[in-house]
């Protein structure tokens, strides 16, 4: 989903801010970028940078990563809302605009990425339907310990603010 935002807003160098590389949502978020790249006639790129933890220095950090590619890309998919704050920091501090010259998608949908300047589009997951779910689960573990459990899967939805535009 937030590939296809950037690639519907006309980005076709989309740069993935990743978690550890060891991490399966990490990975996952990476197939699903190079899916929608790959659906989209846009060759992926390797335009990746993994960070040791989904903290705002990592995020930082792997943005000076992509920076160095020549071309730099013009937006980029961040594994963590905190990844993605590092990567507002690190832009500005470069004194790139977001999201004129560099547009920013983070993920989870944590309330400070409402805060930021500007406010950071997300992909917000289903906290509640999780913790329901999961409370549901541990009801029926208890009480059937023998029941085997079904797998879950949330789909987290697109929350556009304002840190993504068309590329300049």
Known sequence: LASRHLIDLGHERIGYVAGPDYYLPTRQKAAGREAA???AG???DGLVAYGGDFSVEEGRAALRQLLERD???TGVICSSDLMAIGVLQEAAARGLR???DLSVVGFDGIEAAAWTSPALTTMEQPISEIAETAVNA???????PE???PDYSFRPRL???GSTAAPS
Do not use: G, Q, S, Y
Request: charge should be positive; proline fraction near 24%.
């Open 98 to 100: 977001v999201p004129e």
């Open 71 to 73: 071309p730099p890309p």
């Open 42 to 44: 846009i060759e992926p």
């Open 147 to 149: 029941k085997p459990l």
């Open 37 to 39: 790249l790959r659906a």
């Open 138 to 144: 541990l009801r029926t573990l208890i009480a059937e």
């Open 159 to 161: 929350k556009v603010r």
